[in-house]
């Protein structure tokens, strides 16, 4: 069954990944509707909490994957599926998330940007290790590189040109920004989800034939990344807000980006794919049940 999965070839081109980065950038502009320089100006004078942030995403995560692959022994390239989607940026959806779910918002999305540059080192970096210390997936193994203008490119589309357009708004037309703050997030919500309803049905087939193989590891793989954020940042002692900031931040990944690094370097391998996409749908049906849950929930020192 391993030669099978591996041979699966999903329905994925970059007209899709353009299309999910717009998706993406129509979720940020909303939540910028509702942030202002002196948030950011308020997370860069936390340094500590960006550090926490970013340790999580970019150390702790791939190393309690590790750890995970060794426990349950998942088919190889199901195995180097995870410790690729693990060591890939943080996915800027865990801004929508954040947001929702009362959390430090601004924190988020700067988290989000330095763990995006860092990824330029950190994703081959720990994709490598981790892979070379098993036999398994040592044997799959590929050397790549991250192109620096390309992810300089979907920084900017995604976070950089609505972020700026959004708080651009806020300011000058505080008023139009309160009004249409509530339907552009319930909007973009929407199309988001529409979009992942979209791709799942492309390759609808290939996860009711393969999907027993990922839907359990990835639950518990996601699961993992949650809890060790949370849990990190609050051993930590940061507010309730970043607690919450860091936990998105670390438990919700870039995962189209795995999906072209698996096409690109790994041929397209079936199990790294299906476990990469299937990664990519259920940390948003994630992110939204856990963002449901602390929403109802006002932080400790929040206004309500």
């Known amino acids: 069954m391993g030669e099978a999965i591996d041979q699966v070839r999903l329905n994925f081109n970059p007209q899709a990944q353009l299309g999910l980065s717009l998706v993406l950038a129509l979720v940020m502009f909303g939540i910028a509707l509702d942030l202002r320089v002196a948030d950011f100006k308020a ?8 550090a926490i942030g970013l340790v999580s995403h970019h150390l702790l995560f791939p190393a309690f994957t590790f750890l995970l692959i060794q426990a349950v022994r998942p088919l190889p390239s199901i195995a180097l599926g995870m410790l690729l989607v693990s060591s890939c940026p943080a996915g800027h959806i865990s801004n929508f998330f954040t947001h929702r779910a009362r959390g430090n918002a ?9 763990s995006t540059a860092g990824a330029l080192f950190f994703t081959p970096l720990n994709v ?3 892979g070379s210390l098993d036999p398994a997936m040592n044997a799959l193994l590929r050397s790549f590189s ?12 995604i976070l950089g040109l609505p972020l700026a357009a959004g708080m651009f708004i806020a300011h000058r037309y505080a008023a139009l ?13 929407l199309v988001l989800v529409g979009f992942v309803l979209a791709a799942l049905a ?3 087939g290939f996860f009711l034939q393969y999907g027993r193989f990922v839907v359990v590891v990835v639950f518990i793989h ?14 930590a002692g940061l507010a309730e ?14 995962s189209g980006l795995g999906l072209v690094l698996v096409f690109n370097f790994f041929g397209g391998l079936g199990g790294m794919a299906i476990v990469t996409a299937w990664w990519g749908i259920w940390h948003i049906v994630a992110g939204m049940a856990l963002s449901t849950f602390w929403m109802q929930r006002v932080p400790a020192g929040a206004t309500p």
């Open 177 to 189: 920004a309160g009004k249409v703050h509530g339907p552009m997030r319930n909007f973009s919500l």
């Open 106 to 114: 601004a924190l988020s999305v700067s988290i989000s940007t330095l």
């Open 202 to 204: 492309l390759n609808w």
């Open 241 to 254: 807000r970043d607690c919450r900031a860091v936990a998105f931040e670390t438990g919700i990944q870039n």
């Open 43 to 50: 997370a860069l004078k936390t340094p500590k909490a960006l």
């Open 222 to 235: 996601n699961a993992l990344a949650l809890a060790s954020g949370y849990g990190l940042a609050r051993a």
């Open 128 to 130: 490598a290790f981790w």
């Open 146 to 157: 991250l192109d620096p203008l390309h992810m300089l490119f979907d920084l900017s589309l």
